[in-house]
């Protein structure tokens, strides 16, 4: 029979209590350490960041730029000739028209040279008449020669018919008779001679005529162009429109081919718009634009796309194809949102701060009913101005932060108050 020894279950009871009591004090130290991990999360208070749901749907692409009006014609006034400015008779803002005189200049060089010009022309005038009447003289001559000649031929043929008959009968000598015919033949030459000299003179005539001609017309061409330069001392404005710009003050000198003034027509504008280079590549010619002028939204299209890059940005020609509001003029700053595509039945959401198209960036995902954010990898397809295609990585229905998230850059949790 076994008797109970008392000191062995002392021990017994020892050794539970010890162990026990270890588990108790691990239990202890591991939900410090948990609790220590959640106090590692940083808070953000759920107001400070921006949250959007991602949806599936159509998708509108659309690309911004910013720019301004400009008139679609516009004409640069320059100077015609050299001259000093005398007057300027409109400033820029104001109404014109084609034949409004902006400007008055003086040169007396070029006032010397069209007076010049006028007495070579009365100097050439004088003598294309002078010409005229001596070769008119001269045909007159000529004409008179032939008349001579004619009649001195007609009588020395009618004396040769005359004594041919005579001769026969024995009146006349054979002699005077050949010498009748021999005459007759002299004068005949002569008379032939004499018309083709009238002849000859009637072409000589005709061109000595026209290389006076000739002459003349060179004067009466320098005169005009003189003539022409003076009237340009009075700029003019050539086109109906508004004065926008004058590069000139009174007293200055300006040489020929220099800027003077530039006007446009402001009831033509089109708009002007600098869209970045990375998002210009999907712009084509044709497509719908809204354009923004502040004071109203206009619909447009884009009518031409810089092919150069100018600091980073394209240029994209947008002509108006709606009516704008009232208060439009040149260079009003304005936006313009091209739109791209319509991309039916695809997941997106709200563009985040950062990210390029086709790429992979970390977005912190709403989890455990919104008290905390986790980071995931995403994957960006097609993008807009407000939106971006999500490939891959979300849901449709998932709430992801889209403000900028740098500053945690360092942590893979939010936890959101």
């Known amino acids: 029979m076994d008797i109970p020894r008392p000191e062995l279950r002392r021990k017994k009871i020892i050794r539970q209590s010890l162990i026990g009591g270890g588990i108790l004090v691990l239990a202890v130290i591991l939900s410090a350490w948990i609790a220590t991990l959640e106090k590692a999360v940083p808070s953000v208070p759920r107001s400070s960041v921006w949250v959007d749901t991602v949806r599936q749907g159509e998708l509108l692409r659309q690309v911004r730029g910013t720019g301004t009006l400009v008139p679609r014609e516009i004409r640069w006034i320059v100077a015609q000739t050299d001259g000093r400015v005398e007057r300027i008779l409109v400033r820029p803002g104001a109404i014109v028209d084609e034949q409004t005189i902006l400007v008055e200049m003086s040169n007396n060089d070029l006032l010397q040279q069209r007076d010049e010009a006028r007495f070579a022309l009365e100097a050439a005038e004088a003598e294309f008449a002078d010409a005229k009447l001596q070769l008119k003289s001269q045909q007159l001559d000529k004409r008179a020669a032939v008349g001579v000649a004619r009649a001195e031929y007609e009588s020395a043929r009618l004396q040769a018919e005359a004594e041919r008959d005579l001769a026969k009968q024995g009146v006349v000598p054979e002699i005077q008779y050949k010498r009748s015919l021999l005459l007759e033949e002299q004068l005949k030459l002569r008379l032939d001679i004499e018309n083709e000299r009238l002849d000859q003179f009637a072409g000589l005539m005709e061109a000595q005529i026209s290389s006076q001609r000739s002459r003349l017309e060179l004067s009466q061409n320098a005169l005009a162009r003189r003539e ?28 020929i081919g ?30 719908q634009v809204a354009v923004d002028t502040r004071n109203g939204v206009v619909a447009g299209r884009v009518a031409r796309i810089d092919p150069a890059v100018q600091e980073g940005t394209v240029q994209v020609d947008v002509e108006i194809t709606g009516e704008l509001p009232r208060g439009a003029r040149p260079d009003l700053s304005v936006d313009g949102t091209i739109e791209i595509e319509r991309l039916d039945d695809v997941v997106y959401t709200g563009r985040p701060v950062y990210g390029q ?11 455990d009913g919104g008290r905390y954010a986790l980071r995931v990898p995403v994957q960006i397809g097609r993008t807009s101005v407000n939106a971006v295609e999500i490939k891959q990585g979300l849901a449709p229905g998932d709430e992801v932060i889209l403000s900028d998230t740098t500053a945690w850059g360092d942590y ?3 936890r959101l108050d």
Do not use: C
Request: proline share 4%; aromatic share 2%.
């Open 228 to 255: 022409e330069q003076v009237r340009t001392l009075e700029v003019r404005a050539g086109l109906g429109g508004v004065l926008q710009e004058l590069l000139i003050e009174v007293g200055q000198r300006v040489a």
């Open 357 to 367: 198209p086709d790429s992979t960036i970390g977005l912190f995902k709403l989890v």
């Open 412 to 414: 893979d949790k939010l």
């Open 258 to 287: 220099a800027n003077i003034a530039r006007v446009a027509r402001p009831d033509e504008l089109q708009a002007e718009l600098r869209v970045p280079e990375t998002q210009a590549r999907d712009v084509q010619v044709g497509q």
